[in-house]
T-cell receptor, first 114, second 112 residues
């Protein structure tokens, strides 16, 4: 079975632009979470979606938004990009809602903001 | 608030045993997880402790003491491929419930 997939793998944007990142969960998984990982730090929680509804939100500005589609795939959108948004964006899926003991991570999207 | 503390770097030689400690502070505790992440790769789940004691999975073991808010990951018979970052994590609270709060990670370097 395929694991969590994310696209694109790498992205370069300039300040002020908008970006959309995509994630497909493991087949059968209904929960998708997004994390931001800055170099040298642990992943930081951004959003969680379950059955197309937002179930959790981390401490990120309103420039960050997300949604989940009927096939459980998800998009993360970031508006008005700042240099500090440069990071690895990770998507994680799980079968259950609020599965805090084991989440399956995708390879991430490396975003560079110039 | 929630916080996790773990050493930033650890170095060991092949075949040795290394212990990576993690102390945590959280309002509602549901267990301690450990993840491994190789450079440029995705975090992968290693273990989860909800109760006190030692859990063993092959060369890796994880320990939890809830009274001390402390846990550790023990790696035995170290191999070069174990060179990676290791993160401890707890469940988030408030708006982050059901999701993971990670420590800053411990970079393990295994030398020949």
């Amino acid at each position: 079975d395929a694991g969590v997939t994310q696209s694109p793998t790498h992205l370069i944007k300039t300040r002020g632009q908008h970006v959309t990142l995509r994630c497909s969960p493991i087949s059968g998984h209904k929960s998708v979470s997004w994390y931001q990982q800055v170099l040298g730090q642990g992943p930081q929680f951004i959003f969680q979606y379950y059955e197309k509804e937002e179930r959790g939100r981390g401490n990120f500005p309103d420039r960050f938004s997300a949604r989940q589609f009927p096939n459980y795939s998800s998009e993360l959108n970031v508006n008005a990009l700042l240099l500090g948004d440069s990071a690895l964006y990770l998507c994680a899926s799980s079968f259950r809602d609020r599965s805090y003991n084991e989440q399956f991570f995708g390879p991430g999207t490396r975003l560079t903001v110039l | 608030g929630q916080s996790l503390e773990q050493p930033s770097e650890v170095t060991a030689v092949e075949g040795a045993i290394v212990q990576i400690n993690c102390t945590y502070q959280t309002s509602g505790f549901y267990g301690l997880s450990w993840y491994q992440q190789h450079d440029g790769g995705a975090p992968t789940f290693l273990s989860y402790n909800a109760l006190d004691g030692l859990e063993e999975t092959g060369r890796f073991s994880s320990f939890l003491s809830r009274s001390d808010s402390y846990g550790y990951l023990l790696l035995q018979e170290l191999q070069m491929k174990d060179s990676a970052s290791y993160f401890c994590a707890v469940r988030g609270d408030g708006g982050s419930q059901g999701n993971l709060i990670f420590g800053k990670g411990t970079k393990l370097s295994v030398k020949p």
